[in-house]
Structures are given as C-alpha cells and as structure tokens.
C-alpha cells in the first residue's frame, strides 16, 4: 500500500507539474516525499526489513539529501558559481557584474526551492522519527534522539522563518514522541526519575529563553553548537547500523 500510494503521488505531482506548468518547488517537494515512502516500502519488501530498520535507512538519506537542499537550490534557481581561474588569462573571463534585479529576482527563486526541500526533508524526518520508537528500544531511541537534536541545531541556521520551522517542528515533534515512549516502556518506579529529569530540562529551557534571547553570546557557544551539530550528524551511520543489527552480526563471527 505504501508502494503504491508513493508511486501515485510521485506520478501524479510530475503529471499535474507537467499540466499547470507553475509552482514547480511545491509539486518536486511532493514528489520527493513520495519517493521517500517509495524507498522505505522497497527496503521493507527487498529486504524483509522492519518499519523501524526501513526508517532508519531512509533517515540517513533524507539527511544526505537535506545536506545538499542549499546548493541544489543554488543551481535550480539558475545561479552559477564561475569556475576558478587556472592561469592568468582566465583571470579576465566572467567578471562582468550581475544586473541587481537578475540577481533579486534568482536568489527569491532559491529560497523558495530551500523552502520546499527542506519542508519535504522535514516530513520526512518527522514520519522516519515516529517510525524509530515503534516499538521503543535503545537503539531507535538514540537514533530519534540523536536525529531530533540535528533537526533542532540545523534549523538554527536557517535565514528564512519557513524554511526554520520546517526543521524545528519535526525536531521538537521528535523529542515529544521520544519523551512519550519513553514514558511508557520505562518502569513505573522509575517515572518519578523521569518527570524530575523533564522538570529540570523544562526549568534550564525557560530561564534560557528568558536570558538568552537579546544578550551577545561568547564565541565558545557558537562552536559548541556546531561541534554538537557535527557529532549528531555523523552519529547517525553508527546508530543506523546498530538499529540494523550489523554490530551484532559482526560480534558473531567467528574469525
């Protein structure tokens, strides 16, 4: 069912692109959450994967994909960056300027291609999240966790309000989904543990957004933020592989 219905949506946004001819990000955006259900239903057939391993698997390529949504974007939208000269000749081509309305006009056409890609990278996210704690465990929820705060630093960056929302949304709809599960498949003497520990993040957070917003912050916290950002993202392939099963077939092998 999930085959099919991506297959009819990915076919039905080229066909109705190809018949109204306009908002061309809107319908490429569709068809690219429709082949990403397209992937995880083949991941899930091929392979006799389950939802959860399909989904990690997907995630990984949402997050490959949503890595070049910046430049993709760049050359969508008609914008070319020159080559860089090798010898002193070349050093002449290409530097006549860019008429400032040519130049309005394409970066307009570039964030609206940011705006749908990341938008389709973020349901995307949020679908492959909800998939990673069905059924809750240790390795989907590192996954989920390790993907929400990626979501989250890497919306911070974001010089448009849509293209921020399209990433902070799935990010804090993953921690909530996380917080969730977690309540549920933990123990019931250890949930008192639990909200004291969801107190005192709810705490930090408040008194944070009653400081920090309007303060001139040290650099160390900018490179705090991208170093965590890099951790979370790479995490990703180990944690994918875990939720595979790939470290356990390897510790069984008899070498």
Known sequence: RLLAASASAAGGAVLTLAVVAAFTPLFLAIAAVATGGAVTSLLLILFDLTVQEAASVTLLLTVLFGAFVPSLSFRLSGMRTPPLPTNAQQLQEGIDPHGSNEVAVRTVIADGWMTALFAATG?????????????????????????????????????????????????????????????????????????????????????????????????????????????????????????????????????
Request: charge should be positive; include cysteine.
């Open 123 to 255: 349901l995307l996210c949020a679908a492959g999240l909800a998939a990673l704690v069905q059924p809750f465990g240790w390795p989907g929820g590192c996954m989920a966790g390790a993907l929400s705060l990626l979501l989250l630093l890497h919306g911070r960056g974001m010089g448009s309000s849509w293209q921020r929302l399209a990433l902070l949304v799935p990010g804090v709809l993953g921690v909530a989904v996380l917080v969730i599960r977690a309540g549920h498949a933990v123990s019931p003497s250890a949930l008192p543990a639990l909200v004291v520990v969801l107190f005192a993040v709810a705490a930090v957070c408040t008194i944070a957004s009653w400081t920090v917003p309007g303060r001139r912050l040290v650099p160390y916290w900018g490179r705090i933020g991208e170093l965590m950002h890099s951790a979370a993202a790479i995490s990703l392939l180990p944690l994918a592989l875990w939720i595979l099963g790939v470290f356990g077939w390897l510790r069984s092998l008899n070498l």
